[in-house]
């Protein structure tokens, strides 16, 4: 059963019109959180006390990803218990404390390299967003697949941390861009999919733009390491 809105629509141009009302909204949050995330980004690099702050101070910066965390699955496991403006701030909370940790990503890669690979995720993004969306395929299959591909790149990541292996680290980043590649396009369709069961409003649009985004944001960095250029 759908959790927000159960009702159906009466003809296919209906469904039609919801799914395009409802990817709308979801691309424009999604865009929002890309804006904000970059803006944040770009004042953590123009201050050399904020930045100085992140890079030497490791309890602050693993403070701010678990706060990055916390915020993520408050949103998502709370999605019926919050108004439509909490979920807003969340999402866009979320999305700026994004940007002042991947401002050090500048410090790693330099700005072209930074920009080109943004250039290269953009569309490998959208090609898989307009497939998922435009398949008459039933994509369920590729959810569980997909998240247990997930599930094994976040473990063997997680060991690779004491291994420190620069072929593990190289492999994983090559699964991890297969996995939010195929994420994307089943995300798109599971958003088609809940938009013609009849869900709309505003907080199904913030939850499927933050699912877009995550799959975005690791896709860009999962891709930055083999087409990155480090400093």
């Known amino acids: 059963m759908n959790r927000y809105n159960t009702s159906y629509p009466a003809s296919a141009s209906t469904v039609i019109v919801k799914q395009n009302a409802l ?11 890309l804006a904000v995330t970059a803006f944040m980004a770009l004042v953590t690099l123009s201050s050399p006390l904020l930045l100085n702050a992140i890079i030497g101070n490791r309890m602050l910066f693993f403070g701010l990803m678990i706060g990055e965390l916390a915020l993520v699955f408050t949103l998502s496991g709370a999605i019926n218990r919050l108004s ?9 909370a979320y999305s700026a404390l994004n940007g002042v940790t991947l401002s050090t990503v500048a410090l790693v890669y330099t700005a072209d390299s930074i920009a080109s690979t943004f250039v290269i995720t953009a569309g ?3 090609a898989m967003s307009v497939f998922g969306y435009v398949t008459k ?4 299959s590729w959810g569980s697949f997909l998240f247990m591909g997930l599930i094994g790149v976040v473990i ?4 690779n941390i004491f291994m420190q292996s620069s072929t593990v680290s190289w492999v994983l980043s090559g699964l991890g861009v297969i996995v939010f590649t195929g994420l994307t396009a089943y995300d798109t369709w599971k958003i088609k999919e809940m938009a013609a069961q009849g869900t709309e ?7 499927g733009a933050l ?4 799959d975005f944001i690791n896709l860009f960095l999962m ?6 250029n480090r400093r």
């Not at 979801?26 to 929002?32: C, E, I, L, P």
């Not at 439509?84 to 866009?92: E, Q």
């Not at 395929?137 to 369920?140: E, G, I, K, Q």
């Open 156 to 159: 063997a990541s997680v060991v």
């Open 211 to 214: 699912t877009l985004y995550l």
């Open 201 to 207: 409003g505003r907080k199904p649009a913030i939850l």
């Open 84 to 92: 439509a403006s909490a979920a807003t701030l969340i999402f866009l």
């Open 223 to 228: 891709l930055l390491r083999f087409t990155g």
């Open 23 to 33: 990817v709308r909204q979801v691309y424009a949050w999604m865009g929002a959180g």
């Open 124 to 126: 490998m993004f959208g």
């Open 137 to 140: 395929r039933d994509l369920t």
